[in-house]
């Protein structure tokens, strides 16, 4: 996965679901937010506790850091794990775990089913999550704290509208601590604008890139 700036996730918190079912055979995706391959694996035993009777409980998870993994939990090679990863890969998704669990009907699907069956259950879920508004953009960021006098309050709040940025918090005490927050490789421009301004002083300072959504 290329995160690259941006990618999509669900938002914590919020579980999502889609269901599909062929002859008999029931496949319920459980789609949840995960920050770690700990949270993942958490997230799974949850599952397969919850579904304890179930026949099969695959799972796939994607990391922003590109490390994804899926297993096919006792069905055919190929048949459903990865085309589970595929859909969250597919739909730009990261930090995300999804398990699919199945239910058996009686009847064999074959390999071609399966990879139709666990796709469009998957497909549910997400599809689900965006439904209800539970996807969100997080973007790569970067925070920059700016120490100033009141006199130049309104021009330093203006650079950081004009440098695309927002204020996250204001402080106001002897003077004015503003936290503010740029999409990376915005800050410069502003940082710069803000010494200029300041006449070569250094009264913001930029941290470390991270993702949020903005």
């Given at each position: 996965m290329s995160a690259g700036e941006?990618?999509?996730?669900?938002?914590?918190?919020?579980?999502?679901?889609?269901?599909?079912?062929?002859?008999r055979s029931r496949f319920i995706a459980q789609l949840a937010h995960v920050g770690s391959e700990a949270e993942a694996e958490a997230f799974i035993a949850e599952v397969r506790?919850?579904?304890?009777?179930?026949?099969?409980?695959?799972?796939?998870?994607?990391?922003?850091?590109?490390?994804?993994?899926?297993?096919?939990?006792?069905?055919?090679?190929?048949?459903?794990g990865m085309?589970?990863?595929?859909?969250?890969?597919?739909?730009?998704?990261?930090?995300?775990?999804?398990?699919?669990?199945?239910?058996?009907?009686?009847?064999l699907l074959g390999p071609g089913g399966l990879v139709r069956a666990y796709t469009a259950a998957t497909q549910a879920?997400?599809?689900?999550?965006?439904?209800d508004g539970a996807i969100c953009e997080m973007t790569l960021v970067v925070p920059?704290?700016?120490?100033?006098?009141?006199?130049?309050?309104?021009?330093?709040?203006r650079l950081v509208v004009d440098a695309g940025g927002k204020v996250a918090d204001s402080l106001f005490a002897e003077d004015?601590?503003?936290?503010?927050?740029?999409?990376?490789?915005?800050?410069?421009?502003f940082v710069a604008a803000v010494r200029e301004l300041?006449?070569?002083?250094?009264?913001?300072r930029a941290g470390e890139p991270r993702f949020s959504e903005f």
């Open positions: 941006s990618y999509l996730t669900l938002r914590a918190g919020v579980e999502a679901r889609g269901e599909f079912e062929d002859r506790s919850r579904h304890h009777d179930a026949r099969h409980n695959v799972p796939a998870w994607i990391l922003s850091d590109g490390r994804e993994r899926c297993s096919d939990d006792g069905e055919p090679s190929r048949t459903s085309p589970t990863l595929d859909v969250l890969r597919g739909a730009g998704l990261a930090d995300v775990c999804c398990v699919v669990t199945r239910y058996f009907g009686g009847t879920a997400v599809a689900a999550a965006e439904k920059v704290t700016v120490q100033l006098p009141y006199a130049l309050y309104d021009r330093v709040t004015v601590q503003l936290s503010c927050v740029f999409r990376a490789g915005e800050e410069e421009r300041a006449g070569g002083e250094d009264l913001a």
